[in-house]
């Protein structure tokens, strides 16, 4: 997918084979001129970008919900499972509105501040999303497993060590 938006978003293919494409669909930047006369280019996102990053979101948001039907299937945690319900959410509801707000951006130029508000939202969409998923699947996950502890966690202090290892250790005393 990644290569798919850069060659549409910096070889254009479409404006080089001259189809009739309307600007705003192909546009990636924005030239404005200031009161004293000084010429700001500004970056914008291409509608046609955002409609395939639309498909793609779509093809991968069925995707996600099949994979979670049958990851629930699978748990009989009930914190495993309020888990994945929180995983799906923070996934399959910032998605859609990160690609929605991007959309939107296009009805404004960069200069105007509605299109600055329209895309800090989008940003927010993917900050969450990204935020959450790793609270999720990274963070969780490394606590759970720090705080079952047990006799294979070497910082477990409660376990007394067993006399071989007092005796590799250099120590004269005796156990």
Known sequence: ?????VIFLFFNPIQKLRLPVP??????YVVSKSELGISMVSCAYPLLNTIMFGAFGAAYSLWFLFSCWKVLSLVINKGLRTRIYTLAATVL???PLQIIFMGL???????HPAFAAVSFVA???TLTCAAVGEGILVIKPIGDSLAAGGDACRWNREKKPAPAEVADSGDKCAV
């Open 105 to 111: 951006s296009n009805f404004w130029k960069p200069d």
């Open 123 to 125: 940003f927010l969409a």
């Open 93 to 95: 509801v910032p998605l």
């Open 1 to 5: 997918m990644a290569l798919v938006q």
């Open 23 to 28: 600007d705003f669909f192909v546009r990636s």
